[in-house]
């Protein structure tokens, strides 16, 4: 093999590659074609059935009070939980992320910080931020608040949720 054989194959292979860079970097302009900050849709949802309701059984199930619950809570332990919440709420006053501060969040309006861009649900809901309805809403915000913004699942640990209601409340309130 000559020189000019193994310079053909090189360039041959640096053009391959180049073509498939060009390629790539067109369809990430296609598929993500919005700027940040944007909120972005799905392309398609996937409906899914929904699930069988499990057998009642005749063991009775122990309801857990809240408000016994909140009364105990540990503050130190809620903060631990908090740092899934930093990703997206700041705890600085008049410090707003991709969420709302959290600064003396409970006792406060729902929506009612003015410099945050509420959805229209969230907006129009009304009432308080009371540990009740924090409560509520960080079981499933989604069903406390339909078209909320906020795309957290919930927390389903009651526990977990007065602690974490109990160190917000320890902020700045």
Do not use: Q
């Not at 900050?37 to 409906?47: L, Q």
């Not at 009775?60 to 009070?65: K, L």
């Not at 919930?154 to 902020?171: F, P, Q, T, W």
Request: glycine residues 12%; aromatic residues 8%.
């Amino acid at each position: 093999m000559n020189t000019m054989e193994i310079t053909k194959i090189v360039g041959g292979l640096c053009g391959s590659l180049l073509v498939f860079l060009l390629i790539k970097t067109g369809a990430e302009s296609i598929i993500h074609s919005g700027g940040h900050g944007e909120e972005h849709a799905n392309a398609y949802v996937i409906e899914v059935a929904e699930a069988e309701p499990a057998e009642a059984t005749d063991e009775p199930v122990e309801e857990v009070d809240f408000a016994s619950l909140y009364a105990e809570a540990d503050a130190g332990a809620g903060e631990r939980l908090f740092r899934a919440c930093a990703a997206c709420h700041r705890l600085e006053d008049g410090a707003n992320a991709v969420g709302p501060h959290l600064y003396n969040v409970v006792g406060r309006d729902i929506g009612a910080v003015g410099d945050y861009a509420y959805s229209d649900a969230m907006a129009g809901h009304g009432d308080a931020w009371t540990p009740e309805n924090l409560n509520a809403f960080l079981l499933a915000p989604s069903d406390y608040v339909p078209g909320t913004k906020m795309a957290y699942r919930g927390m389903a640990d009651i526990e977990d949720r007065a602690n974490l209601i109990a160190y917000l409340e320890s902020v700045g309130g």
